[in-house]
């Protein structure tokens, strides 16, 4: 099958054998202390200071930074002592981390419950059913892996700024010829972030450092595919008006996110059927061992274990759904089946773009519950939280396992620091939930039922406001929305099947040879013809961040031309490929903007507990 992005880099180099510490404090690397030292401040230090930001900013604002970045860069000031091999500790850190600060966020959902005056389950059980998710989702992320990240080798464009920050900061070589186009692009990151969030004119253009970065790691085509969904999203708005699926006035994202998830899954069933039928010719053909190429070890993992886990835990969260939460186990069987699907597509999602539509992801399950006929708002607000918190542990998973695939970081182990990151991460959830309403009453009183006067306008809780406007919907079906979600699934899987026809004739191939048919390849596949995948991203945002991602694409492309007119320069031969100049200072404006969020969040809400 082919891939739907260029190869998002060579494959981690084999390490010489570990050295001893630089400092002799640090214990040797592979004891168990060495492992203790890392999960220690993985869930610990960094995962509550990723945690408490995370819940504050999805309070506050509606979205979180996933801590990925901001982790990473603080555990390389430990695992620096380890030279080159300590990038992997650090991957470790980071993997925990995150999976800390992923799951504190979701607290957002308690605020629904208290929202729409929903009884609240006990702390405990709340706990245990988030953390029994959060496994269910780990497993299924951990599923999808080879598809994403060894076989389609999407960007990722988070883990592949923390793949460069963890290479350089633990390597003195890397880093001393690395550090001004990372060192910039992280400055340049920082000032934009601060800037958007100060100075008005900015936040007009909704200047975005973090998705101008991620623009110059998955290039042009990407980029444009996006621009061109929101200009024609734009330019449908009258249509959609007049058929009823949007009222005057309403952005056009209200509805064609349903339509870009539609897109996803149409194309994905296209993918996934390939590669089924290509399994099973290889099994058919009965190869001998001798004659497959062996597995890189750090990738080797037990499918039958990871079976029996999402096995195990998608049957735990139906039980604890059912006899805990007394929720009907029929809606409970359906949101764990939901992951199976939405888990792939918000992976696909997050791999092109750097954004996971967790929220869309719940929306759309309601809206599919719905037609089965649910209508009570506590079953809908349960199983949608199913599919929000497994779809963002699973695409974190994707994320950190794209990371580990760049340096050469071992699955397993990896896995099992996300599942240690997840168990401190259920807890602090519902803990920091309520930490947050005990101190904050404002943050109990439901938003959808005041005016705009009488908003807060501190605590603007978008992504709460966002679920708790589906829920309510209940009572009011709109079979619209189905009817979009079904039209992006079958111009998903025309628009797939139309590429991969026409990509792979001989008279394509060789069109694309001359230097019109490169330039025409180049406006068919961005433009006219883009990757279901890629369009996506442009409906579910509004026209200036895709417009900041084609910027982004549109430089690194224009830099990639000029460089390969050069020639590959001296001082950057001695880098890995995928460590150019453009992946650096577009990861370096990712970490930026990440510390920027971090800082303001920080402030914020030092501010809020000093007032």
């Not at 149409?266 to 590669?275: K, S, V």
């Not at 009817?483 to 060789?510: E, N, P, S, W």
Request: hydrophobic share 55%.
């Amino acid at each position: 099958m082919s891939t739907v992005l260029p190869s998002a880099g060579p494959r981690a180099a084999r390490s010489a054998p570990p050295a001893a510490p630089r400092w002799a404090w640090l214990p040797p690397i592979g004891t168990w202390k060495y492992y203790a030292l890392l999960a220690a401040l993985g869930i610990f230090v960094l995962g509550p200071l990723g945690g408490v930001t995370a819940s504050y900013m999805n309070f506050a604002i509606g979205f979180f930074v996933g801590g990925q970045v901001v982790a990473g860069i603080l555990g390389s000031t430990v695992t620096f002592g380890y030279g080159p091999e300590g990038k992997h500790g650090a991957n470790y850190m980071q993997t925990a981390a995150a999976s800390v600060a992923g799951m504190s966020a979701m607290g957002v959902l308690i605020q629904a419950m208290v929202w729409m005056g929903l009884p609240q389950p006990p702390v405990w059980q709340l706990m245990l059913f988030m953390g029994s998710i959060g496994m269910f989702g780990a497993g299924v992320g951990m599923l999808y892996t080879p598809i994403l990240v060894d076989r389609l080798q999407l960007t990722f464009p988070s883990g592949f700024a923390v793949a460069n920050i963890l290479r350089a900061l633990t390597d003195p070589a890397l880093l001393k010829r690395s550090v001004a186009r990372l060192g910039g692009g992280i400055a340049s990151g920082i000032a934009g972030g601060l800037a958007t969030a100060k100075v008005a004119a900015l936040g007009v253009l909704e200047l975005s450092t973090s998705t101008l970065g991620a623009g110059m790691l998955v290039g042009p085509r990407i980029g444009l595919a996006a621009l061109t969904a929101g200009l024609t999203g734009s330019l449908l708005i009258p249509t959609f008006v007049s058929i009823g699926w949007l009222q005057a006035g309403d952005p056009f994202r209200k509805i064609t996110f349903l339509i870009g998830l539609g897109l996803i899954m149409g194309a994905a069933m296209l993918d996934i059927g390939e590669l089924l039928t290509e399994a099973w010719r290889r099994w058919r053909a009965s190869a001998p061992p001798a004659a497959q190429a062996p597995e890189d070890a750090w990738k080797r993992m037990s499918y039958p274990r990871l079976a029996a886990w999402i096995a195990f835990w998608g049957a735990m969260v139906v039980t604890l759904g059912a006899t805990v939460l007394q929720q009907p186990v029929g809606f409970l069987l359906l949101a764990v089946a939901l992951v199976m699907v939405f888990s792939l597509i918000v992976g696909i999602s997050l791999g092109i773009s750097d954004s996971a539509p967790i929220s869309a992801a719940f929306v759309a399950a309601i809206v599919l519950m719905a037609a089965l006929g649910l209508k009570d708002p506590t079953v809908g607000l349960m199983a949608g939280g199913i599919l929000l918190v497994a779809c963002s542990v699973g695409s974190d998973m994707q994320q950190d396992r794209s990371t580990g695939w760049r340096l050469g970081t071992p699955r397993t182990l990896q896995f099992r620091f996300q599942v240690l990151g997840l168990v401190v991460g259920a807890v602090a959830s519902v803990g920091f939930a309520k930490l947050f309403m005990s101190a904050y009453p404002v943050l109990a009183l439901d938003q959808t039922a005041m005016s705009a006067a009488e908003a807060p306008a501190q605590w603007q809780s978008a992504m709460t406001y966002k679920f708790v406007g589906a829920l309510r919907s209940l009572t009011d079906d709109k079979p619209y929305q189905r009817h979009a979600i079904l039209l992006g699934i079958a111009l998903g899987f025309a628009i797939q099947l139309l590429r991969k026809t026409l990509f792979a004739t001989a008279a394509y191939r060789r069109f694309k040879q001359g230097r019109r048919g490169a330039a025409a390849d180049f406006v068919l596949d961005a433009v006219v013809l883009p990757s279901p995948y890629a369009y996506s991203f442009g409906s579910f945002f509004g026209i200036a961040t895709s417009a900041w991602l084609a910027v982004g694409g549109v430089v690194s492309g224009t830099a990639g031309w000029i460089a390969a007119r050069r020639g590959r320069r001296a001082e950057d031969a001695a880098l890995p490929a995928d460590m150019s100049t453009t992946s650096l200072v577009g990861g370096g404006l990712i970490a930026g903007d990440a510390l920027a969020a971090l800082g303001l969040g920080a402030a914020g809400l030092l501010a809020t507990l000093a007032g």
